[in-house]
């Protein structure tokens, strides 16, 4: 059977997300598990009372501050001055994703969006695992990755799905007003996806610089 492979870009920077929805941990290098990075997502905030979602996650959508905060304890604080309890809860089973272990995100990817909005937009704003440098014959779109494999560093793994965007990805990384037309964006030109979600094949580690490959057998 023929093997063929194509590069997709290099790796730039690595990130885990100790608390779902707090700031990112910016990491040179990495164990990829088959469960995902170790402590990404390792806890998440859930409502306790004051809010009509007791019982369920504390999110961006209901605090814009969050994802510049460290700790639970500035989240707790942050929540009480919005009337809301919330409980720093470890995760079960040692993460709490959204949809899968892996985040993939490709600067390619966002060059239709800040030609829209007329600025380069930060790519923290969608929280990635893996945020990747496009090599120059890389021309894949998210949904073209659907259910192929890719490999970076002595990892191996395969693309579940684009990743759906919600108002989160509105919000300034640091002090200013949110961003409507980000999200617009991504709605109407690219079918409300930017990145991808990927399962873990092969447990390895992973470091900035390591190229990621798509390979074909």
């Known amino acids: 059977m023929v093997e063929t492979r194509m590069d997709v870009g290099t790796t730039t920077a690595l990130w885990r997300y100790p608390i779902k929805s707090l700031r990112g941990e910016a990491l040179e290098t990495t164990r990829v598990e088959a469960g995902g990075i170790p402590g990404d997502r390792a806890s998440s905030l859930v409502i306790a ?7 369920k996650p504390y999110r961006g959508k209901e605090d814009e501050r969050l994802h510049r905060l460290r700790s639970g304890d500035e989240a ?11 409980d720093v809860v470890a995760a079960n089973g ?41 090599h120059s014959q890389m021309d894949l779109d998210e949904p073209a990755l659907a259910g192929r494999e890719l490999r970076i560093g002595t990892v191996q793994l395969k693309v579940r799905s ?23 964006y991504i709605a ?25 490959v798509l390979e074909e057998r």
Not at 49 to 55: E, K, L, T, W
Not at 76 to 86: C, F, P, Q, T
């Open 49 to 55: 009372r004051g809010h009509a979602r007791i019982g």
């Open 76 to 86: 707790v604080s942050a929540a009480d001055e919005r009337g809301v309890a919330i």
């Open 94 to 134: 040692g993460h709490e994703y959204d949809a899968a272990p892996i985040s993939i995100l490709v600067d390619r990817w966002m060059e239709g969006l800040n030609a829209a909005v007329g600025y380069g937009v930060e790519y923290q704003r969608f929280r990635p695992n893996i945020f990747v440098a496009a």
């Open 162 to 184: 684009p990743i759906g965007r919600c108002v989160t990805t509105t919000y300034a990384q640091g002090p200013g007003a949110s961003d409507p037309a980000i999200l617009r």
């Open 188 to 212: 109407s030109e690219r079918g409300n996806a930017m990145g991808i979600y990927c399962d873990v094949l092969r447990a390895g580690a992973v470091r900035i610089g390591d190229v990621l």
